[in-house]
């Protein structure tokens, strides 16, 4: 491959460019890869009558002349129009063929046979392998199709690759989030911390930062113990991206009276029974906060209380 | 900066007289925090440590799982129910009781060299 650092040389010689798909084409694409084969040779003895004839059934413009194994010339259209035109076309067709042909070898890139096109302005050449055997015939429009063709095959094959990158981005993506959402019963003190131990074991599994793991338990588990001790029944929904942990905890009522009140440690409205167990301690919401990276909760008698805390598993920076 | 040694746990079981309620005792404990309530414990406890407490409710497992401890001691010659006991085996928390109150075995902890996380030493 002697090409292919033509085109980088080409491009980085000030040239920012881009090279298009079908530049590098016609570098890489080799004479052999375009031209028709097997060849169907015609010998210097047949009659040009014989050689129109296989013209019209093969729809060829120009037919390569062999002698013992050797192109020895080309009979074209238009020398047959011109045998026509003068009757000579029964005559031999060594006495009319061109000899001196131009030839393309097999090993070319296509950019090299579009130059000896425009150079010479033929409409077709005769290919020969390095042991100077025909090995087929070559035309503008073999290389127009083969770079077609090739162009084709190309954009089918990055649209297939876009669709497994596709396909394997959203098993990534569903792989690495996953969302537990559990309802909680009021007075429900058994149940209390369910859905922070299934969290807290996809942390683990996924070896997620102990400490970030800590702050997120510790969020949802008041979260829950919150709904069980003060709200008319809720639910938890934990979600655990690729970036960050969000924790949100949903109630029916009744609502936060005073919500600067209730995130003063000490506080609370727990029931005598809550406090027996060892919750009401008036710390539920001050942990939440100290272990949230960002939280709001939004509260009103009508609608309850809804709590929102995101705890990114990526401390350097926010969740990209 | 602070540097925890931790305590063998052998030691303290046998000081504190106390009893194993799970298979799994731990090697050793970096630190203690003793408190009844559990947001509390949720701030201030931290992973590998001992916690004393009276309370034998099925959230002491959860919050003690919460917060990566190692050990709960309850005191006062109080047990868990069985249930709680097996939650606590698959937490891989290991559960002791002692007949002492909470103020005696805080004293005998102390004394073995126990020392909690947020000491000020």
Redesign the interface.
């Known amino acids: 491959m002697t090409t292919a650092p033509a085109i980088e040389q080409s491009a980085g010689a000030g040239d920012a460019r881009k090279v298009s798909v079908a530049q590098v084409l016609v570098y890489e694409l080799r004479v052999r890869d375009a031209m028709s084969s097997p060849p169907i040779p015609a010998s210097p003895s047949d009659s040009l009558r014989k050689i129109q004839l296989m013209m019209k059934e093969h729809r060829f413009s120009g037919v390569p002349m062999i002698e013992n194994g050797t192109l020895v010339g080309i009979v074209t259209i238009e020398d047959i129009i011109r045998a026509l035109d003068q009757g000579h076309i029964n005559d031999p067709a060594e006495r009319w063929m061109h000899r001196n042909v131009v030839s393309l070898r097999d090993h070319f890139s296509l950019m090299r046979a579009v130059a000896e096109f425009d150079r010479h302005g033929f409409g077709r050449f005769p290919v020969l392998d390095s042991d100077n055997r025909l090995v087929g015939v070559i035309t503008r429009g073999d290389i127009t199709g083969c770079l077609m063709h090739h162009l084709e095959r190309r954009a089918e094959e990055a649209l297939a690759h876009e669709a497994v990158l596709r396909a394997s981005r959203a098993d990534d993506e569903a792989a690495q989030r996953l969302v537990v959402r559990a309802h909680v019963r009021t007075g429900d003190?058994?149940s209390?911390?369910k859905v922070?131990?299934r969290m807290?074991q996809v942390m683990r599994d996924r070896g997620i930062d102990?400490e970030i793991r800590?702050r997120a338990?510790?969020v949802a588990?008041?979260a829950e113990?919150n709904i069980i001790i003060h709200s008319l029944g809720g639910e938890i929904i934990v979600t655990i991206g690729p970036d960050l942990v969000v924790i949100e905890a949903i109630d029916t009522g009744p609502g936060i009276e005073n919500i600067d009140q209730a995130m003063q440690e000490g506080w609370s409205t727990a029931g005598r029974l809550p406090r027996e167990?060892?919750?009401g301690?008036?710390?539920?919401l001050?942990?939440i906060k100290?272990c949230s990276d960002k939280l709001t909760i939004t509260s009103d008698s009508k609608r309850g209380t809804r709590l929102r805390s995101e705890i990114y598993l990526h401390p350097a920076g926010a969740p990209s | 900066m602070k540097i925890q040694i931790p305590v063998k746990s052998r030691t303290l079981i046998a000081l504190l007289q106390a009893e194993p309620l799970t298979d799994a005792v731990p090697e050793a404990l970096t630190g203690c925090y003793i408190s009844d309530l559990l947001s509390d414990v949720l701030a201030h406890a931290g992973p590998g440590m001992l916690w004393v407490t009276i309370q034998t409710h099925r959230n002491v497992v959860s919050v003690a799982a919460t917060k990566d401890i190692t050990a709960v001691l309850f005191t006062c010659g109080r047990k868990p129910e069985a249930e709680i006991v097996a939650e606590a085996e698959q937490e891989g928390i290991a559960l002791l009781t002692t007949p002492l109150t909470t103020y005696e075995a805080a004293g005998k902890l102390w004394e073995a060299g126990l020392r909690g996380e947020n000491d000020h030493e």
């Open positions: 003190y058994d209390a911390g922070s131990q807290r102990p800590r338990a510790v588990y008041e113990t167990l060892g919750f301690a008036g710390m539920g001050p942990n100290r």
